[in-house]
């Protein structure tokens, strides 16, 4: 039995391309995972993204950002929300990532926002992954 998680896989894909210091990486798109590219675009932990159609298989390219020394912005990413173990939370407990350094992304009744955003609009909801 195989258990798939496209945004697991996604955020490997990120981590080792960061990693191998690679320009860009292409992931297969979805909505939630393109949800996911924008807030890691708009927090600066990501260059730049494009949507890619190649035939019948739309990608979303994601160009990685580097600082000075030519580290990874990204100096991690995990995945909180696991198939067989989903965590959620309501606005009053979100939880902190690196003492508000890193960035935690959440899927609210109001979309796909991050931790801060929805504790300020008092929803909770599913926690899918923590970059700092």
């Not at 258990?3 to 080792?16: G, H, Q």
């Not at 390219?61 to 580097?66: A, C, D, E, N, P």
């Not at 801060?116 to 926690?127: I, N, P, W, Y």
């Amino acid at each position: 039995m195989s258990v798939s998680d496209p945004v697991a896989d996604m955020l490997t894909k990120i981590r080792n391309a960061g990693m191998a210091k690679h320009e860009k990486v292409d992931i297969p798109a979805s909505k939630l995972k393109l949800e996911i590219v924008k807030i890691l675009k708009t927090e600066g932990f990501i260059k730049n993204f494009k949507k890619v159609a190649q035939g019948e298989i739309n990608t979303i390219r994601v160009f990685l950002k580097y600082d000075e020394q030519t580290s990874p912005v990204i100096h991690g990413i995990e995945k909180v929300s696991t198939p067989g173990r989903r965590v959620y939370a309501g606005y009053k407990n979100m939880p902190r990532v690196y003492n508000g350094y890193g960035t935690l992304i959440v899927s609210t009744s109001i979309g796909v926002t991050t931790g801060k955003k929805a504790a300020e609009k008092k929803v909770g909801g599913e926690l899918i992954c923590t970059v700092w």
